[in-house]
């Protein structure tokens, strides 16, 4: 039975934090649907208030903490990411934006990425559309189709005639994301950086 | 081995006395640094190359043949040369210029340069940074071996029938490192011509330099140039000294927490197990610096940066004597002692050094 990775970011900032709470939510569904296909699931959660102080370091010395570059590899190695982050001013809190602004844009082309987000209202929902998958789509991560957004209403009400509750969109967006997981690629390990022989960098360059 | 200080050449405000020397005090306060290097037993002094405030080395040989005149022994290097900006015809010029005036005590350290502007104001494009190290080294490695150069790149306007004056002294060109924290091009760049790699080392954890010296050693043997072990490997180190280690750290923790590069972040004890960096007394910069031995193996530079963060001169000064007096003689000796036989002791000295010791 192979075992995947699933990597659940989380920038809450209280303990307990709506923000976590969703997240595990959204582990939870998305690992009993990859169980059903035979899918062992390892799960892993960066919690980002933890490593808040090392985020700002890395942005003033340039080099990661051995607990960042460790969080930054448990991301981009991940089979799946689940990204959750509270909505502060309109969009993905600064904490949120700057991991993921520490991590190499290209680390995470291809991985498949699940989107959730909290607020006190559900007048910030598009902040998913608006804010957190431009910000994939730069990273030519493979976006979810279903996102989730978890106003603190939600937590305490269940759906009307017009809209799902909110257990119902977090099993639907797991059953998409495990479909996803399952569909796509094993990429490849975190291999050495290729060296180019020198020749071929002067022959790149037609010197005469 | 060899011994030496490299500087930035920042102008930087001293934050316990507020107070910010000028470009001309700081000019010639880095010729008395110098002078004082030769003056305490140093090999090398080294400047950067900066082009922008608050950076007084823009031209680094004006500064380094004025210290030439006024020096005997010192050999003078860069810590960058700007291989990407400058017009590799007057780098040529230049150094060629320079190493008679200063009877061959000269050597030069090509780098980037990481101040994106200076591209655009140079006319080139930091995205072409490594094709432009690569494109221009090749035709500077040409101009000082070739007396007349064909040439075209992509880069540059060509060149037909083209003499670089001065030749080299003694038709042998300075010797040359390739200086970079982490891109492997340059330590295969420098691997392939069989020049010397210098690793920053100081601002980074050791990983980078360890993996960027290990590639470039497997690299120069690869080329045929000898054994990994016969490779010329620089570093960089970063150093404040008191008789007191409490007194070292009490007197540079407002410099360390005010420094441009990494100031207003981590503490000095995290930043001191992080980096190379060590604030203490003699006898833990020595330690410290034989340990640089255990994971880049036996290397023939080492530069100690000393004179940047808005440290006074007089505390410099001060600094460059206990390296002369206390660290440099016991590093001396420690690594002899440690350094196989068949392992260069330095990097290839100019002919007409050799001659001049030997006299």
Not at chain 1, 156 to 169: F, M, N, Q, V
Not at chain 1, 181 to 194: L, N, S, T, Y
Not at chain 2, 329 to 350: C, D, I, M, Q
Request: aromatic share 8%; no cysteine.
């Amino acid at each position: 039975m192979q075992t995947l990775k699933l990597v659940a970011v989380s920038a809450g900032l209280s303990s307990p934090s709506s923000t976590r709470l969703l997240a595990d939510r959204l582990t939870q569904a998305t690992r009993y649907r990859l169980a059903e296909q035979e899918y062992a699931v390892d799960v892993e959660v960066v919690e980002l208030r933890d490593l808040a102080v090392d985020i700002a370091h890395h942005f003033v010395t340039g080099f990661p903490s051995e607990a960042l570059q460790g969080a930054i590899d448990k991301v981009t190695g991940a089979d799946g990411v689940i990204a959750v982050t509270p909505v502060f001013t309109a969009s993905y809190s600064g904490l949120f934006k700057s991991f993921f602004d520490l991590v190499d844009p290209a680390a995470l082309t291809g991985t498949p990425v699940l989107l959730g987000a909290t607020g006190g209202t559900a007048r910030h929902s598009l902040v998913l559309d608006h804010a957190l998958r431009p910000l994939f789509a730069y990273l030519r991560a493979r976006i979810s189709s279903t996102a989730v957004y978890a106003a603190s209403e939600d937590w305490g009400s269940g759906g009307d005639e017009y809209t799902e509750g909110l257990p119902a969109r977090i099993t639907r967006a797991g059953q998409e994301f495990a479909e996803l997981i399952a569909a796509a690629e094993r990429r490849a390990g975190d291999g050495e950086e290729e060296l180019v022989p020198f020749e071929k960098q002067l022959a790149d360059l037609r010197l005469d | 081995m060899q011994f030496g200080i490299f500087t930035v050449g920042d102008v930087t405000t001293d934050p316990t006395t507020g107070r910010t020397p000028t470009e001309h005090e700081r000019i010639k306060n880095t010729v008395a640094i110098a002078l004082k290097a030769e003056e305490v037993g140093l090999d090398v002094f080294a400047t950067g190359e900066h082009h922008n405030p608050p950076f007084v080395p823009s031209s680094p040989t004006t500064l380094l043949g004025h210290i030439a005149a006024r020096t005997e022994n010192l050999i003078l290097s860069t810590s960058t040369t700007l291989i990407t900006t400058n017009d590799p015809v007057k780098i040529a010029e230049d150094y060629a210029t320079l190493q008679h005036l200063a009877d061959g005590r000269v050597d030069l350290m090509m780098g980037r340069g990481n101040t994106g502007p200076v591209y655009p104001w140079f006319g080139q494009d930091i995205r072409q940074g490594i094709p432009l190290a690569i494109e221009n080294y090749a035709l500077l490695h040409k101009l000082w071996r070739e007396d007349v150069v064909d040439w075209e790149g992509k880069f540059r306007s060509a060149l037909q029938g083209f003499t670089s004056t001065p030749r080299p002294l003694d038709g042998v060109p300075p010797f040359v490192w390739h200086g970079s924290i982490r891109s492997p091009e340059i330590a295969e760049q420098a691997a392939y011509y069989g020049d010397g790699f210098f690793a920053n080392h100081i601002f980074w954890p050791k990983q980078h330099t360890e993996k960027m010296v290990r590639l470039y050693r497997q690299r120069y043997a690869h080329y045929g140039h000898g054994t990994e072990e016969q490779a010329i490997v620089g570093l960089g180190g970063q150093v404040f000294m008191r008789k007191n280690s409490q007194d070292a750290v009490r007197e540079f923790r407002p410099y360390f927490d005010n420094a441009p590069v990494y100031g207003h972040g981590p503490s000095l004890e995290d930043f001191s197990s992080q980096t190379p960096l060590t604030v203490g007394s003699p006898q833990e910069v020595i330690e410290r610096t034989l340990s640089f031995r255990e994971y880049v193996g036996d290397y023939q530079r080492q530069l100690f940066l000393v004179d940047h963060a808005g440290l006074p001169l007089k505390t410099v000064l001060e600094q460059l004597d206990i390296l002369g007096e206390e660290v440099v003689p016991v590093l001396r000796k420690e690594f002899a002692n440690l350094r196989p036989a068949g392992v260069p002791a330095t990097a290839p000295l100019h002919p007409a050094v050799l001659a001049s010791k030997e006299v």
